[in-house]
């Protein structure tokens, strides 16, 4: 293989794969807001058109519907070589980015980017929505295959791929599970997905993610009177939504802070004792965590009984995500709303299943419903967690690919965050999912200042032009 080449080609043009992620970053693709339409479909081109200069047969394949469109999916693959006996990798990624709002927090225009120094001086920084999540690390994929297709003339160096690349992720992927359904068999030819939307354990430590939480989201209203009321004249004579609402909720865990709904831990997959002082052995520091969010050691709260890393990693857990009713504005209104509303959302652990868990939701909820009152309440989508065995033969390709870009062994996490499109692949198609990301903790993902140190954004190159070498020694077992 002639990966030692690749890697000192990419070397050799790292400016102008700066220059290319730099140009992908001008594209305000924010999926969400349809004033960015147009500029989402232009993010999408680029990518198509990076794919193509890179070997692969490449699809701009529409979503939803004539009266609902939705934002294209970018489809790609490349057979493989007729020698290639290695496994046939579905790499996914996303092109659209979240809302820059609140743009005044921003040190410099969102969609400008700017190199600036890394921290500590060490290094440089591009600093954009979307650096980080995902552009700068689906750039770092569509590099490393440009480089080898550079070198060799061969896509993806010969190795069997299929990418897709979506542009709905940050708005919900509203239109992905159709067209994984629509794209059954094509899809199902492959063997495992690799996802770079993932980060690190930090400078310098690569780390591979081998599961994700999975998430059941939902909204609730609890209606009382059919109008606001004058606060004076009907203050403890009816029921006040807010604070009716705001009772039932304080109920949704005990004094150990475990969720109360009955069934939530029934079908959770304990932590084992290996994996439990493996990620001991990390070294992760949560006192310096909480530090870097402004809080101190007494912040570390959680489920009884277990580590912020394990709660973090291997537990599931409840929050409510925004709370609202009456009145919100400046100044004073003594009134009694009418209605109170609360987003609540949970995250799952292998084996839990959203379909289940918000319908218990909804049931206890019923079970508690206030005099006088009703409830609305919406199943807002889901995603199912997903693990990868940590002795796939791909997983292990990963770790070594990064070994080879980096120099240094890397750790094996696990991720408090959902990736909707693991556990989606997982239930479809029967897919794993490895996530070799290369994101830090500081990169404030869907914050102001976003960034991308371009120390990872190299890395990232390097990994996954690594990572095809691997997969040429990996002998896939037939079907």
């Known amino acids: ?29 924010v999926s969400t807001d349809p004033a960015y339409r147009e500029d989402v479909a232009r993010a999408g081109q680029w990518c198509a058109d990076r794919l193509e200069a890179a070997g692969f047969e490449v699809q701009i394949m529409p979503t939803g519907t004539a009266d609902s469109p939705g934002h294209p999916v970018i489809l790609a693959s490349t057979p493989g070589d007729a020698a290639y006996e290695g496994p046939h990798v579905l790499f996914y990624g996303h092109y659209d980015v979240q809302p820059a709002e609140p743009l005044e927090l921003w040190d410099s225009p969102p969609y400008e980017p700017v190199i600036r120094p890394a921290e500590g001086g060490v290094g440089e920084r591009v600093v954009a929505r979307g ?23 061969k896509t993806a160096g010969g190795a069997k791929m299929t990418v897709l690349i979506e542009g709905e992720e940050e708005s919900g992927s509203a239109n992905l599970e159709k067209f994984v359904q629509e794209e059954k068999a ?11 939307d993932t980060g690190m354990l930090g400078r310098g430590k690569p780390a591979i993610t081998y599961g994700v939480r999975g998430l059941a989201y939902t909204e609730i209203t609890l209606h009382g009177p059919d109008q606001d009321l004058h606060s004076g004249l009907w203050g403890g004579r009816a029921p006040n939504p807010v604070n009716e609402l705001s009772k039932v909720l304080a109920q949704l865990w005990d004094e150990n802070r475990r969720v109360t709904i009955p069934g939530f831990y029934d079908d959770v997959r304990p932590i084992g004792d290996d994996e439990r002082e493996q990620w001991k052995n990390l070294g992760v520091d949560p006192v310096a965590a909480l530090k870097g969010i402004g809080l101190g050691p007494d912040g570390d709260v959680g489920e009884a009984g277990y580590s912020s890393v394990e ?25 009694i709303a009418a209605k109170a509303t609360a987003k609540v959302s949970f995250r799952l652990v292998a084996d839990q299943k959203p379909e289940t868990v918000a319908p218990a939701f909804f049931k206890w909820l019923e079970e508690r419903t206030p005099p006088g009152c009703r409830w609305e309440m919406t199943d807002m989508g889901c995603g199912h967690p997903a693990t990868t065995p940590t002795d796939s033969p791909t997983l292990r390709a990963a770790v070594e690919a990064l070994k080879e870009a980096s120099g240094v062994d890397a750790a094996l996490i696990k991720s408090g965050g959902s990736i909707p499109i693991a556990g989606l692949l997982k239930e479809q ?37 690594a990572l095809i070498e691997k997969l040429w020694a990996i002998k896939q077992q037939p079907a």
């Open 186 to 196: 094509r899809l199902s030819e492959c063997d495992v997905c690799l996802i770079s």
């Open 429 to 465: 198609l029967g897919l794993d999912t490895i996530f070799m990301g290369f994101g830090l903790e500081d990169d404030r993902v869907h914050s102001p200042n976003e960034k991308f140190e371009l120390d990872c954004f190299r890395l990232g190159m390097n990994s996954h032009a």
């Open 311 to 335: 709660r973090e990693w291997g537990r599931p857990t409840c929050d409510i995500n925004g709370i609202y009713g009456g009145y919100m504005g400046a100044g004073a209104k003594t009134v």
């Open 131 to 153: 650096a980080c999540d995902d552009k700068g690390q689906v750039a770092s994929f569509l590099e490393a295959m440009f480089a080898w297709k550079e070198v060799t003339g």
């Open 1 to 29: 293989m002639q990966t030692p080449q690749v890697l000192e080609y990419l070397a050799a043009n790292e400016t102008a794969s700066v220059n290319r992620l730099m140009d992908w970053l001008r594209i305000p693709s």
